[in-house]
């Protein structure tokens, strides 16, 4: 079984590059198609534009990876604080 970088979940299909979004990793089947191909073709058409892109999908993933660690924080001190 796979994780795939980007959303995190895992999967069984053979891995995709992440690149651009990732130089290393692997990504799931609907990533590549919805994120990593859509990042390359804009990138193909304005290289500048496509860094842009890049660099806010991988914020995006960085923020929501931080907003999961937070609730899995707070749920561990919900769980402590229960009697
Ligand atoms: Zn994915």
Redesign the pocket.
């Known amino acids: 079984m796979n994780v795939?970088?980007?959303?995190?979940?895992k999967?069984k299909e053979f891995p995709n590059s992440p690149r651009p979004i990732f130089d290393e990793g692997k990504?799931?089947?609907?990533?590549?198609d919805l994120?990593v191909t859509v990042a390359r073709m804009i990138e193909a058409i304005d290289v500048k534009c496509g860094q842009t892109v890049t660099a806010n999908i991988r914020q995006a993933i960085q923020m929501r990876e931080g907003k999961r660690q937070v609730v899995a924080e707070y749920r561990k001190q919900q769980k402590r604080a229960k009697p």
């Open positions: 795939c970088d980007i959303c995190k979940e999967f990504c799931c089947n609907r990533c590549d994120i």
